[in-house]
């Protein structure tokens, strides 16, 4: 690196925190902190989900009935939903 550009860097920074303003960036920061919350949420669900033995056990055949179009992804999703929430 070469350090060029960083003061026009900077400037483009400064008008951006001035026209936003400290509400505008407190907000965006609210918002990205929930949207992160809820990635969190549904990481975790999926990767419980499919740890899960009996959704582990299913996942093969319904996904080959999926690719085979004997199901849709909806009943499959469905069937291991229930199969999940049946611990």
């Not at 690196?1 to 960036?25: C, D, H, M, P």
């Not at 920061?29 to 949420?41: D, F, P």
């Amino acid at each position: 690196l070469f350090r060029s550009g960083v003061v026009e860097v900077w400037a483009t920074i400064e008008r951006f925190r001035q026209a936003v303003g400290e509400k505008g960036l407190a907000r965006r920061r609210a918002e990205q902190a929930r949207a992160w919350m809820w990635n969190e949420v549904g990481e975790t669900l999926l990767t419980e989900l499919r740890r899960h033995p009996e959704v582990k056990r299913l996942v093969p055949g319904l996904e080959r009935e999926v690719e085979a179009g004997r199901t849709t992804p909806a009943s499959a999703a469905h069937l291991m939903l229930k199969a999940f929430h049946a611990r």
